[in-house]
C-alpha cells in the first residue's frame, strides 16, 4: 500500500486518508507510531497522511499516550465540531431531523408534525426553513457539512436520488434528492428508511461489531434493512428488505400491494390501529383505552395494552406471531447473527417479546435460530434519522 502513494494519485490518497481515519475512530485514540504499525504504512507516509488531516480539521492531537520506553507519544482523535452532516426522515406525519459531526455526537435532533398527504415541495420547504433556521441558531457554518441524508418509506433509484414510488406518502417519481440539493446547497444521499436504521445500527448501535444482521422497523409499513459481510444488501434492483409483503395468511386480508395476506396488513402500526378502530365503531368498549376528541392514535392503543386491554393485547401479540414467521424465514434465509426490531416496535416490545422469540424458535431451523440475537432497537423512533445523517459521515471512514 505504502509504495503506490503518491502526490498524483488521489484515489490512493483519499483512500489512505479514509483508512486513516477509521482506525482512529475505531480505536478512538492513536499514536503515528501504532497508525504506521495498523496501516502498514511508513512513517513518512503515516507523518504525510495525518498532517493533511489535521490541517483540514478532521483530527487533532490530544495529550500523550503511554510510552513504550523512551519519549511518549503524542495522540491522534477525530475533532469534535469539525465536520458535520444532516439527516431527514421523512415519515407519513412527521419530519425527524438529526445533526451530527464526525465524531458521531448529536448536536440537533427535532420533530416537526405535519397531516398525512402532504406534498412533496411542502416537505422541500420544511426541510429548508428548518434545516437554516437550525444552523443560525445553533452557530453552525454552512461549509462544514459534509452533506445530507434522506431516509424515505419506499423503494428508490439511488443513481439518480429519485423516489420511484413511497405508498405511505403517496408519492411516486419524484426527484426529490436534486431538488433538496439545490436548496440545501450539499451532497445529498437517499436512501429507503430500514436501511437507514440499519446504518444506525451498524455505526452507533447494537450492531457495530456484527457483519451479518437484519435491522426491522414496523411502522405503517414494515420493511427490513440487510448487511451482509459489513455491507449493505440492496438486491438487484434495490427494493431487497421489502418483508412487509411476505405472505403470512394464504387467505388473509388484502393488501395496498394487490396480494392478500402480507404480513404488513397483521402486523403494522396501521393495520393493527384501523382494525382496533373498527372493532370500537362497532361496539367494542373498555375502559383502558382512554380516548381523547374521538380519535383513537397508536400511542392509546400500547398504552391499553400496558393496563392490559384484551383487544390492544390481542392484536399486538397477533403481530408480533406474524412477525416471528417474518423473522424465522430471514433466519433460514440468510443465517444472520443478529435481527434487530425497532421504530414502533419498540414502544410496546416488552409485551410480545416472549411470545415472538417462542415462534421464532418453532418456526425457525433449530441451529441458526440457537445463534441468533434478537434484539430491540435503543433507538427507538429516531434510528432512521440517526441513520440518515450518518451516511454522509460514513463516507468520511471510506464506507
Ligand atoms: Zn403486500
Known sequence: MAKNITGNNQYLK????????????????????ELSVLTGLSPTACGSITRTLIKDGFLYETGQGESTGGRKPVMLE????????????????????????????????????YSQGISTEKVIDIIQEEFFKTIETEKLSHEKFLGCGLSIPGILDRETNKIIMAPNLSWSEVNLGSRIREVLDMPIYIENEAMCSAI??????????ISNFVCINVESGIGAGIFIKESIYRGHSGSAGEIGHLIVNENG????????GCLETYASTRYMLTEISEKIKSGYSSDKIVQSMGTLTWDMIVNAAFKGDELCVKVLERGAVFLGFAVAYLINTLNPEAIVLGKSFTSYA?????????????????????????????????????????????????K
Open 14 to 33: 483519499e483512500f489512505n486518508q479514509a483508512v486513516v481515519l477509521d482506525l482512529i475512530r475505531q480505536h478512538k485514540r492513536l499514536s503515528r507510531k
Open 350 to 398: 416488552p409485551l410480545v417479546m416472549d411470545l415472538l422469540t417462542k415462534t421464532v424458535k418453532e418456526r425457525a431451523l433449530a441451529y441458526p435460530a440457537s445463534r441468533v440475537k434478537i434484539l430491540t432497537s435503543n433507538f427507538g423512533m429516531s434510528s432512521s434519522a440517526l441513520g440518515a445523517a450518518m451516511i454522509p459521515i460514513r463516507k468520511v471512514f471510506g
Open 253 to 260: 386480508r388484502l393488501c395496498g400491494c394487490g396480494s392478500k
Open 200 to 209: 444506525c445500527e451498524h455505526w452507533i448501535g447494537e450492531c457495530s461489531n
Open 78 to 113: 477525530l475533532k469534535p465540531g469539525s465536520y458535520y452532516a444532516v439527516g431527514f426522515d421523512i415519515g407519513m406525519n412527521e419530519l425527524k431531523m438529526v445533526i451530527a459531526d464526525i465524531t458521531s455526537e448529536i448536536l440537533v435532533q427535532r420533530e416537526l408534525k
